[in-house]
């Protein structure tokens, strides 16, 4: 195989070995996913939401990941952040960037799994105005945001791999150039 | 860079060194025995670090140790010194087979098989293929296996070279290299034929005049030689051209001074693969199933990758775990100090997982799962029972937190 260096930090070490937040939560409030057992990389996340003066606050955070160290350190970071945060906020102010740098850096090839694990945070979110609340408060833009279109594209942009794969895989072999 | 040094400096001080280190990853790197380091030593600065072309003593010693070094790689595999080349690697070894030997027989069809290493496929696809040569690859069957009479039948009278590896590299499968080279003949007798016997070298019998085959590759590291040197037998009569230009010594195919110290711990790593190779491979082969026993026995969801038994090389163990990903696989054992590798798409630069897995048929998740483990004459009983204990008990932790098992998808 063709491969990179993928030089950790210390802090995704220690995160993959001691990960925080991490299990089903099975009292959440909402749940959400985001990536795919063919790409790799799967992230849930549990959020427990209580309201408190006309706030919706997150009261526990949790995730389960299939994934490389990348992908449980970051998870690990996102439910971090967003424990204690309002729905309002965790969506204003968590973004990959901050989960990126919490990490001390990611090596390019592994960025998309911060991306991912916000992105899966983002749809918990979405996912808990929608079907929980039954409503979309203002701060909440009807558009994806870029954590959520990149989140999307990194499955969508997986999917378009693997699509390819398939099809040449499906193509009559001793007849395919290669 | 800086960055990658100090971050790279902070997690070895994280990661710290196990108070047991059992390595694996023969695949991918040698860890050099300590006979072969001393037999190298003396060929830095006491002898034989002269220029072998050259008119002095330091130079004759030089030609000693390249040209018996010759002899004794010739000796593994009946062939003549003479057809024998040294490459910096196993890699330059078969860019130079396909490369070198397309360039004199002009354009035409090159067939490979879909599970060889890419030294293999890219120079075929890439190089040869961009200069106007067309390459078709034949399938494989589930244990990694090329049918020589589906081979054959993709080789006409265009075709102008054959590629199909004695053993592969990821999950051990011994290829009928005789029969294809015979039936590929048999369509073309023009027709050259090239194995990549990197990963047979030191465990299986090679015989150049039994296999019939023109070029045949050999990788000193894949006999715990250190890394830098290849091997390239090319069949009397056989044209070839230089991939690489430059002042020649010894030999007339690679250009450039020989590089002795590593050729001289060649030379001693083959006088220990081959002085019992028989015996060692089963010794090795007995380990490697209780390895292989060990983990199939007792945990579910486990897939071994590659053939059993006789068609399997005796050093390789390939097993794919399904719900963790390889690579964190890799990083959890590596705190335990055991050393392997994965076909995951998540250790390779470009997110594609390993092309043999899916050659063989494995599914993304599968792939994504696999752990190679190569063993070696220096490996122990005990070292099988830490390994089992410990993969059991990373893989156990990984599928506790898995997203795809007990979560969201069921």
């Known amino acids: 195989m063709s491969r990179v260096p993928l030089v950790y930090t210390s802090k995704v070490l220690e995160l993959f070995k001691n990960p925080k937040n991490l299990g089903k939560m099975d009292d959440a409030s909402v749940s959400a996913q985001a990536g795919s057992p063919a790409c790799g990389d799967v992230i849930n996340i549990y959020l427990k939401v209580e309201s408190r003066d006309g706030e919706e606050y997150i009261e526990k955070a949790s995730f389960e990941s299939y994934g490389c160290a990348a992908n449980i350190a970051a998870a690990s970071v996102v439910t971090e952040l967003a424990k204690g945060l309002t729905l309002k906020d965790a969506w204003l102010k968590i973004g990959w960037k901050q989960v990126s740098d919490e990490l001390g850096g990611l090596p390019p090839v592994k960025r998309h799994c911060s991306v991912l694990a916000v992105g899966a945070l983002k749809r918990a979110i979405r996912k808990y105005y929608a079907e929980v609340k039954g409503y979309k408060p203002e701060w909440l833009p009807s558009d994806l945001t870029p954590d959520e279109r990149q989140a999307l594209e990194a499955e969508e942009m997986i999917d378009r791999l693997y699509r390819r794969f398939r099809n040449e895989s499906e193509k009559d072999r001793p007849n395919n150039t290669a | ?410």
């Not at chain 2, 060194?17 to 190298?40: T, W």
């Not at chain 2, 790689?73 to 130079?96: D, K, Q, W, Y």
């Not at chain 2, 004199?104 to 890439?126: C, D, L, N, Q, Y």
């Open chain 2, 1 to 410: 860079m800086t960055t990658r040094i100090s971050t790279v400096k902070a997690l070895l001080e994280a990661h710290g060194r196990p108070e047991r280190e059992v390595y694996y990853d023969l695949e991918n790197s040698p860890r050099v025995p300590e006979e072969v380091v001393k037999a190298m030593l003396p060929y830095f600065n006491v002898k034989g670090y002269g220029h072998p072309s050259i008119t002095h003593r330091p130079g004759w010693e030089a030609v000693e140790i390249v040209e018996s070094t010759r002899e004794a790689v010739a000796g593994t595999i009946n062939a003549e010194p003479e057809n024998i080349t040294f490459t910096p690697s196993g890699t330059a070894a078969n860019n130079l087979a396909l490369v070198g030997s397309c360039m004199e027989t002009g354009k035409g069809k090159i067939v490979i098989s879909a599970v060889e290493h890419e030294s293999v496929i890219f120079p075929a696809i890439r190089t040869l293929g961009s200069l106007g040569y067309r390459v078709v690859q034949a399938p494989v069957d589930e244990d990694g296996l090329v049918d020589p009479e589906i081979l054959a039948s993709l080789v006409d009278k265009s075709t102008v070279l054959v590629s199909v590896q004695l053993v592969n590299h990821e999950i051990g499968t011994i290829q009928k290299v005789r029969e294809i080279a015979e039936y590929a003949k048999d369509v073309n007798s023009r027709v050259l034929v090239h194995t990549d016997a990197a990963d047979g070298w030191g465990w299986i019998p090679i015989d150049v005049e039994r296999l019939g085959v023109d070029l045949l590759t050999l990788s000193g590291r894949k006999i715990q030689a250190p890394r830098g040197v290849g091997i390239l037998w090319v069949r009397d009569g056989v044209k070839m051209r230089r991939i690489v230009e430059g002042p020649l010594s010894t030999q007339s195919l690679w250009p450039g001074v020989e590089n002795t110290p590593i050729i001289a711990g060649l030379r001693e790593a083959i006088k220990l693969a081959f002085e019992d190779m028989e015996g060692r491979a089963g010794r090795v082969a007995g380990l490697r199933d209780r390895l292989m026993e060990g983990i199939l026995g007792q945990l579910d969801d486990v897939i071994l990758n590659g053939p059993r038994g006789a068609m399997r090389s005796p050093d390789n163990l390939n097993i794919s775990f399904l719900h963790v990903e390889g690579e964190a696989l890799t990083i959890e054992l590596s705190t335990k100090g055991i050393y392997v590798s994965s076909g995951s798409a998540c250790t390779s630069r470009v997110l594609e997982p390993s092309h043999v897995m899916l050659a063989i048929g494995r599914k993304y998740e599968e792939a994504h799962g696999s752990i190679l483990f190569k063993l070696t004459k220096y490996h122990t009983m005990e070292d099988v029972k830490y390994t089992i204990e410990n993969v059991l008990s990373a893989v156990e932790r990984l599928r506790k937190i898995s997203a795809i098992r007990g979560g969201l998808v069921e």
